[in-house]
């Protein structure tokens, strides 16, 4: 080949696109400076009580407009207390996506309850409303959805199919706080809806957690599960005070971060081996954690003649991906890989509805751009777009 080292890559010693690297997460923010000012300044940094988190449980009610929010100390541990919330429980089934966060099939289990799973959408890669009626049984007493990586699950059937056959819904907004599905805010649609606040989400405290409910039963049950002799999860007045304009700014940063996924998109609509999430359509819009991207290694050249899709394949695609990550990254782009997917699960720890294909295809192929950057001029987002284009050109040529 007769290229100069400026058309080379960066992983094989050529300069890298973004020589800056990906942004730091948290971003500076003067207004969480201020409210870290101010809880000094009060006192409330060292309170078990203080306004900060009223307030804010207040404002994430208000946000939803439903009637109770309650905040705790992790994502996961929301999950937890939603499952004790709709009252699940031991020989309970509950199901979930073949691909999820970890953290979910370990909360079903923490509740006592056995997990029973149903496979992808191939269009987004996430949980395919369509699969939920065959895989309730007797035990079955609630489902778990995630909206993961820009993908919207569409709740408006599914939730028709869960009341009809008493399931209750748990809503995981997690990956995206603010989100439309269907017309509503994410996390409404379900008994009961979950925020993480982890160090990298979109809204962050370090740590931290939240639910939210229009049932007073359910908030009363959360209450319960949470009260042992005194809050055993909670989240701390210092934490609630710089969530509190994080919160404020939230739907002008999702708009922010939906242009530029838009723009990227766009420049990349053409590039080989390189496929976007697709929703449904319908009033919805998705909020940015991580931007899901497909990879299709039966487009590039490094698999070229293997047949795609067939269960052998699995593993060379993960290589591929791994290779192609590695490669994105050294030219200065956050893009990683996805969660690993519960596919390979034994039926001692669940039951399987099919073979979950798509779940198994969404771990090995699913890559995922960070969300920090999302926040960059367009200039930036089009020279993410170019550091992931000309990676996949490099894999075809
Ligand atoms: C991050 C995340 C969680 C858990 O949040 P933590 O605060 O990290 O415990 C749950 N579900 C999904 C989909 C997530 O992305």
Same mark, same amino acid.
């Given at each position: 080949?007769?290229?100069?080292?400026?058309?080379?890559?960066?992983?094989?010693?050529?300069?890298?696109?973004?020589?800056?690297?990906?942004?730091?997460?948290?971003?500076?923010?003067? +207004?969480?400076?201020?409210?870290?000012?101010?809880?000094?300044? #009060?006192?409330? @940094?060292?309170?078990?009580?203080?306004?900060?988190?009223?307030?804010?449980?207040? +404002?994430?009610?208000?946000?939803?407009?439903?009637?109770?929010?309650?905040?705790?100390?992790? $994502?996961?541990?929301?999950?937890?207390?939603?499952? %004790?919330?709709?009252?699940?429980?031991?020989?309970?089934?509950?199901?979930?996506?073949?691909?999820?966060?970890?953290?979910?099939?370990?909360?079903?289990?923490?509740?006592?309850?056995?997990?029973?799973?149903?496979?992808?959408? +191939? #269009?987004?890669?996430?949980?395919?409303?369509?699969?939920?009626?065959?895989?309730?049984?007797?035990?079955?007493?609630?489902?778990?959805? *995630?909206?993961?990586?820009?993908?919207?699950?569409?709740?408006?059937?599914?939730?028709?199919?869960?009341? =009809? %056959?008493?399931?209750?819904?748990?809503?995981?907004?997690?990956? /995206?706080?603010?989100?439309?599905?269907?017309?509503?805010?994410?996390?409404? @649609?379900?008994?009961?809806?979950? @925020?993480?606040?982890?160090?990298? !989400?979109?809204?962050?405290?370090?740590?931290? $957690?939240?639910?939210?409910?229009? =049932?007073?039963?359910?908030?009363?049950?959360? !209450?319960?599960?949470?009260?042992?002799?005194?809050?055993?999860?909670?989240?701390?007045?210092?934490?609630?005070?710089?969530?509190?304009?994080?919160?404020?700014?939230?739907?002008?940063?999702?708009?922010?971060?939906?242009?530029?996924?838009?723009?990227?998109?766009?420049?990349?609509?053409?590039?080989? $081996?390189?496929?976007?999430?697709?929703?449904?359509?319908?009033?919805?819009?998705?909020?940015?954690? !991580?931007?899901?991207?497909?990879?299709?290694?039966?487009?590039?050249?490094?698999?070229?003649?293997?047949?795609? $899709?067939? %269960?052998?394949?699995? =593993? =060379?695609?993960?290589?591929?991906?791994?290779?192609?990550?590695?490669?994105?990254?050294?030219?200065?782009?956050?893009?990683?890989?996805?969660?690993?997917?519960? *596919?390979?699960?034994?039926?001692?720890?669940?039951? !399987?509805?099919? +073979?979950?294909?798509?779940?198994?295809?969404?771990?090995?192929?699913?890559?995922?751009?960070?969300?920090?950057?999302?926040?960059?001029?367009?200039?930036?987002?089009?020279?993410?777009?170019?550091?992931?284009?000309?990676?996949?050109?490099?894999? /075809? #040529?």
């Amino acid at each position: 080949m007769n290229s100069t080292s400026h058309d080379r890559l960066a992983i094989r010693g050529g300069p890298a696109v973004l020589p800056e690297g990906p942004p730091d997460w948290p971003l500076a923010d003067d +207004e969480v400076l201020a409210a870290l000012q101010a809880a000094y300044a #009060s006192g409330d @940094w060292g309170r078990y009580h203080g306004r900060n988190c009223a307030a804010l449980a207040e +404002e994430i009610a208000r946000f939803h407009g439903v009637a109770h929010a309650a905040l705790c100390c992790s $994502g996961t541990i929301a999950v937890e207390l939603a499952l %004790r919330g709709v009252g699940v429980g031991a020989d309970d089934e509950v199901v979930l996506a073949g691909y999820d966060f970890p953290g979910n099939f370990r909360a079903v289990e923490a509740v006592g309850a056995r997990v029973v799973l149903v496979d992808v959408h +191939e #269009s987004n890669w996430n949980f395919d409303p369509d699969q939920l009626a065959a895989a309730c049984g007797q035990k079955t007493k609630a489902v778990v959805v *995630s909206h993961l990586h820009g993908g919207i699950v569409p709740l408006r059937g599914l939730v028709e199919t869960a009341r =009809s %056959r008493g399931l209750c819904v748990v809503e995981d907004a997690c990956q /995206c706080p603010g989100a439309t599905v269907e017309g509503r805010r994410a996390g409404t @649609w379900g008994d009961v809806g979950v @925020w993480s606040f982890g160090g990298s !989400k979109l809204l962050t405290a370090g740590r931290g $957690g939240a639910l939210f409910t229009d =049932s007073a039963l359910i908030q009363q049950r959360i !209450k319960v599960a949470s009260e042992r002799g005194n809050d055993a999860f909670p989240l701390s007045e210092l934490q609630a005070a710089v969530l509190l304009p994080q919160v404020a700014r939230l739907d002008e940063r999702n708009a922010m971060r939906a242009a530029s996924v838009q723009r990227l998109l766009v420049a990349l609509a053409k590039t080989v $081996g390189v496929r976007p999430l697709v929703n449904a359509a319908g009033d919805t819009q998705p909020a940015y954690y !991580k931007l899901g991207l497909k990879l299709a290694p039966e487009e590039l050249r490094v698999v070229a003649g293997v047949s795609s $899709g067939e %269960r052998a394949d699995f =593993s =060379s695609a993960a290589a591929v991906r791994d290779e192609f990550l590695a490669a994105v990254r050294a030219e200065g782009v956050a893009l990683d890989d996805g969660f690993r997917g519960f *596919s390979l699960r034994g039926s001692r720890r669940c039951r !399987k509805l099919g +073979e979950l294909r798509q779940s198994q295809l969404a771990a090995e192929r699913m890559m995922l751009l960070h969300h920090p950057v999302l926040l960059s001029p367009a200039e930036t987002i089009d020279r993410v777009a170019a550091a992931i284009a000309r990676v996949a050109v490099a894999f /075809c #040529s």
